[in-house]
């Protein structure tokens, strides 16, 4: 069974930074197109950064420039780095993959205060 633990997120003023991670588990990590979703309250869960195995990286506009998403095969894990955030960043994150079905773990929350 996939398995998606997310952690790093936490409180932090607007302009600071955060690094999460995921630690994947149940799946082959190294073929799987890993990615980021958020859900702010009230809003739609949404994708802002995904990664393919051989690297290739695609982001939502609104993070583009400030977000990095990466991963290492050999940890099975998946991090992005958040820069120059704002308080419209506040939301909880998830780590997501497909196989035959979408999986999300349980999320980590992030609150940017201004």
Excluded: H
Aim: proline share 2%; net charge positive; glycine share 8%.
């Amino acid at each position: 069974q996939v398995q998606l633990v997310e952690s790093g997120g936490g409180l932090v003023q607007a302009g600071g930074s955060l690094r999460l991670s995921c630690r994947a588990s149940g799946m082959n990590f190294r073929i799987a197109v890993m990615d980021w979703y958020r859900q702010s309250p009230g809003k739609e869960r949404t994708m802002i950064a995904s990664i393919r195995d051989d690297g290739a990286t695609t982001y939502a506009d609104d993070v583009k420039d400030r977000f990095t998403i990466s991963r290492d095969n050999v940890q099975r894990t998946l991090y992005l780095q958040m820069n120059s955030l704002e308080p419209d960043d506040t939301a909880i994150y998830y780590c997501s993959t497909y196989y035959k079905r979408r999986f999300f773990g349980r999320g980590t929350q992030v609150t940017v205060s201004s």
